[in-house]
């Protein structure tokens, strides 16, 4: 199928097309950056601009954020009746094998039923930051087709922070924690949500103490040029709290501005290489005469940058 | 007079012999016609209890009209959409001189009122039944999968059970608990133990916490508890085991629960040999595993079974014949009635080495309940995935092992030349042939007893049960009234789904690893790069099982077995409709489709997936299947566009793989 094709017929509701269109954005081979190219342009022409506000889920195993979106996604559903959504869940691969077991999907409702809701699983191919390496690849296309793009990742500490460069916004789900585990992630991960969840929150007493330990504890942490996040309390057993998310979600829209939008293309452009030709690769690439320019291109057209470097060491 | 110790005496001290065990068949198919005449067949031949199998949409509270009940109407047991079906089901069976064990667990509550009712409607003593509904959520949650509502929910349905028989039924077991489907899950002998134990614990300090029994009520509800025992082939140990069943039941009884009374601390169980290690190839062979299994469970007087049904010989290729079901019935009278097994007190009191495995078998299980409880108890390590993860590794294990040949399996992977079997002659190739048509007739009975119900005591009975429900109230009676009213299997459960919710557990295949190594396995794994770097990504599998069957073992251990290999799986576990299935594979643009179904309904769900998938533009996408699968059923699914079919013979990972890259290669190749 032509791009304009492939996603005219994504437009029109063929799950098929869309299932393709996002394995185009996750092909390693060199050359699938041209068709990704070529997909996006048809995008542009189609009138479809980035526009959805993509929002990072991150926490440890066994905080239950799957459910916890399996409850924010129904109530999505059905307070706007027009608003579409993307999820991709990405989980560990084994390092012994390469291989994966992605099981996110079974726990999301709304992969199963309703037709304005794209579920994608990724396996995070041994990368770390808690994403795959086309995350932020496919985050490209989904953008533009979707309303909100959820990104659920997988992990503790530094590892997460990579979520916050390809999210607009980022948020952190707990299950009610001992203050020496506050105290613990206070150094890492504390100073990167917008959001601070606080799942199970029906466990009550455990929940109650977590709650205000947390609470002073980012007082505390907060180095002052930030504003101290929200703590939500929620439960997806009971639904408690998903409301709140939600009246989050529409006082906080998408990151559109341009000076963000090429420091996070930056970001990853320089991932993207260092990950294809090793730090050696990169630090032979800083030296280059066109570096500043490819660079330049690569905050403006991502895969346009990854075109040429691609074409110059082929 | 004193008797020599080889002479069993009575209380008044004469010689004696015991009363053989309960003989059961597990049995029920097609319609409730078809299954009353069956059961009255089997006990004409000196069957003396009734096990009945529910099919699945029963098992799974749906009505056979529901879209995902279709394919699956009377395959694995009798549908029951009404009393109008159980009053067909037992016609010209006595109730009061029946013990009637019923294989069931989300519905158990249901299927009780429906037992009742039917008693009642049959000027028949309730007080009288005897029986046994199933009735164990926790072995449904680990391994089983006909679970409905969450766990909070279940237990407090199997609570309210017990409350309502202690002295309505008293006679009457409300719940099984089960270590049979722990060791088909993968347990160990300590495994099984602990964890049966552990869901005994779970359900008594329920009962205890709620409050509503003083102690002499609540030590006859600890008599009250049964347990369904699974008897595999190291019979030696099965049989240790059982001896530290018993000890430890009377030991947690006494210790935990203060129960004076010796006779309500005995430990009562049923059991159904092992079907797991029936074999596919030579399966004339299952007849002598089946009879050394019997052995296990009868042959120490202090821990026999009370009840056993014995599976059939072929059960490994399909449902099994009324003869084969009479064949195992005819071990059990040989073993009962010509053998002196029932004339002497137990065999092997006294036995130094008997005594010393028993005791590192119950050391084993003390250490792991502790862990349990310390955990919180069964409910938390339901949640946690601790005990399904554990089970899972114990699978994986003994895969590997009889992978790796350190486990013989006669026929399997040792002596693997044959004479053809005989038994597999005849019309019927010695299989059972489900009749397709007789869906017709249940979705007709269904029908009229809608139509002639009284819609309005029906609506007004299903308003009280949920009220009951909302309110926490006892929900016995207003079932049994749904019952009296008409109420469908269906709309009960969806009155208590209305409250309740559904249930979707945790996968236990999570960060599970197999211990596969060796060349064979290295080749594929770089085969399988191989094809990454041809692809543009690692190929991607969907693993899931269609339709209500939820045994899901083997789709883990092949989607573990996928993983190691190599391939990036998506898992979407049990129930699922074939649309789920094509929408996870369309959205996952995955390479290739791996289905699992135990039920005997792979024909229509194969067939409905394929449709779903052409409605997707996804027809291209090879799908492979797995489960027991006749050969005839396995090659019209071939001709049908099938990629492979894997039935238990393939029970070699490693080939079962290099059989689903090999399909990706030629797929790959031909572009």
Redesign the interface.
């Known amino acids: 199928m032509q791009p304009a094709e492939l996603i005219a017929s994504i437009r029109a509701g ?7 269109a ?2 185009v954005f ?4 060199p050359l ?1 950056v041209h068709k990704r190219r070529e997909l996006l342009s048809a995008c542009d022409a189609q009138n479809l601009p980035p526009r959805a506000h993509v929002v990072g889920i991150t926490g440890t195993p ?1 905080a239950g954020k799957s459910t916890l979106i399996d409850s924010l996604i129904s109530q999505l559903l059905r307070d706007s009746p027009h608003r579409t959504i993307a999820v991709i869940a990405v989980d560990p ?2 390092a ?8 996110d ?3 999301i409702q709304g ?2 039923t309703s037709q304005r809701v ?4 990724q ?1 995070s ?1 041994l990368a770390l930051g808690g994403l795959s390496r086309t995350t932020f690849a496919v985050c490209r296309l989904l953008e533009r087709l979707f309303d909100l793009v959820l990104l659920e990742t997988v992990g503790v500490g530094q590892n997460e922070i990579e979520v916050c460069h390809v999210a607009h916004h980022t948020w952190l789900v707990m299950p009610p924690l001992g203050g020496d585990h506050i105290q613990w992630m206070k150094a890492g991960i504390m100073e990167i949500p917008d959001v601070l969840i606080l799942n199970k929150s029906d466990q009550s007493e455990l929940a109650r103490r977590s709650y205000h330990s947390l609470r002073s504890a980012l007082a505390l942490a907060q180095p002052g040029f930030r504003s101290v996040p929200p703590i939500i309390r929620t439960s997806a057993l009971t639904g408690s709290g998903v409301d709140e998310l939600v009246t989050w979600l529409s006082d906080n829209s998408a990151k559109q501005d341009a000076a963000e939008r090429q420091s996070r293309s930056r970001y990853f452009f320089q991932r993207w290489l260092v990950d294809e030709y090793g730090r050696a690769g990169w630090r032979q690439f800083e030296q280059q005469p066109d570096y500043s320019n490819v660079m330049a291109l690569a905050s403006e057209d991502f895969e346009g940058a990854q075109a040429k470097v691609t074409t110059a060491l082929a | 007079m004193s008797h020599p110790a080889h002479v069993l005496v009575d209380k008044t001290g004469q010689p004696t012999r015991d009363e053989a065990w309960i003989f059961r068949t597990y049995a029920g198919h097609t319609t409730a016609a078809a299954s009353n005449a069956l059961y009255r067949e089997n006990l004409s031949r000196g069957q003396t209890g009734l096990s009945i199998a529910f099919d699945l949409p029963t098992q799974c509270g749906y009505s056979s009209a529901h879209p995902i009940a279709r394919p699956e109407i009377g395959k694995v047991g009798v549908p029951v959409n009404s009393l109008d079906d159980f009053h067909v089901l037992f016609d010209q069976i006595p109730l009061a001189k029946m013990n009637t064990s019923m294989t069931i667990n989300g519905t158990s509550m249901w299927l009780l009122a429906l037992y009742i009712a039917l008693a009642r409607e049959r000027g028949e003593n309730p007080r009288d039944l005897r029986g046994t509904t199933q009735n164990d959520i926790i072995k449904e949650y680990l391994a089983r999968g006909t679970y409905i509502f969450p766990p909070e929910a279940s237990l407090r349905i199997t609570a309210e059970m017990y409350e309502y028989c202690l002295d309505e039924v008293p006679n009457f077991n409300p719940s099984n608990v089960c270590s049979y489907h722990l060791q088909e899950a993968g347990a160990t002998p300590a495994q099984e133990l602990a964890f049966a134990l552990i869901t005994a614990i779970g359900l008594l300090d329920q009962l205890r916490d709620r409050g509503r029994l003083d102690q002499d009520a609540f030590d006859r509800v600890v008599g009250r508890i049964s347990f369904f025992v699974n008897s595999g082939i190291r019979f030696v140990e099965e049989m240790c085991k059982m001896r530290a069943f018993t000890a430890l039941w009377d030991e947690i009884t006494l210790e935990r629960y203060g129960v004076k009374d010796e006779k309500y601390r005995r430990f009562r169980y049923g059991v159904q040999v092992n079907s797991l290690g029936l074999t596919e190839s030579q399966p004339e062979n299952n007849a002598w595993r089946i009879l050394i299994e019997a052995l296990g469970v009868t042959l120490s007087r202090d821990a026999r079974c009370r009840a056993l049904q014995l599976p059939a010989w072929n059960e490994a290729l399909s449902l099994p014949r009324a003869w084969d079901q009479q064949w195992s019935l005819r071990l059990q009278q040989i073993l009962a009635y010509e053998t002196d097994l029932l004339e002497y007190p137990d065999l092997f009191d006294g036995s130094p080495v008997i005594q010393s495995k028993v005791e590192s078998l119950m050391r084993d299980a003390r250490e792991e309940i502790d862990r349990i409880l310390a955990m919180g108890g069964v409910k938390q390590s339901i949640d ?1 995935g601790y005990m399904k993860t554990a089970l899972v590794r114990s699978m994986s294990e003994r895969m590997r092992r009889i992978n790796a040949g350190e486990q013989i399996v006669v026929g399997m992977n040792k002596w693997k030349d044959a004479l053809p079997s005989p038994l597999l002659g005849g019309e019927d190739g010695g299989l059972f042939h489900v009749d397709r048509e007789a869906a017709a007739g249940v979705l007709a009975a269904l029908q009229t007893t809608l139509a002639r119900r009284d819609e309005g005591r029906a609506q007004a009975a299903l308003a009280a049960l949920k009220q009951a429900a909302i309110s926490g109230e006892s929900m016995m009676e207003p079932s049994i009234e749904c019952a009296l009213a008409r109420v469908t299997t269906g709309e009960w459960a969806d009155a208590m789904r209305s409250v309740f919710g559904e249930y ?1 557990p945790a ?1 236990g ?2 960060g599970q ?1 197999l211990g596969l190594t060796g060349e064979r396995v290295d080749s594929l ?1 770089s085969r ?2 191989t094809l ?2 041809k692809l ?3 190929p991607r599998i969907v693993i899931g099982k269609p339709g209500l069957d939820g045994h899901s073992n083997g789709a883990e251990v092949i ?2 077995a ?12 049990i129930r699922l409709t074939p649309e ?1 299935i094509a ?2 594979a ?4 995955a390479d290739m489709i791996g289905i699992s179904i135990l039920s005997g309904s792979h024909m229509e769900l194969t067939e409905q997936l394929h449709g779903s998938l052409v409605v ?3 027809g291209d996408i090879p799908v492979v299947v797995g489960g027991i699968i006749p050969p005839d059923d396995a090659a019209v699914l071939i001709k049908r566009g099938i990629r492979a079919v894997f039935t238990p013979s393939d029970y070699e990972l490693i080939e079962v793989m290099a059989r689903m890259t090999a399909i990706l290669e030629e797929n790959h190749a031909a572009g």
């Open positions: 063929d799950r098929r097309a869309l299932g393709r996002v394995t996750e092909d390693a081979r699938a066994g691969s084994s012994q094998s390469g291989g994966s077991i992605l099981g999907r079974t726990r992969a199963r794209f579920f994608r699983s396996a191919s | 946690s979707r996968t295949i999570d690893k794994r399988l790069q990454t770097d543009g990504h690692r989607a573990v996928a993983r190691h290999v190599g391939f990036d799986v998506i898992y979407g576990g789920d929408r996870t369309v959205e996952e643009d997707q533009n996804a």
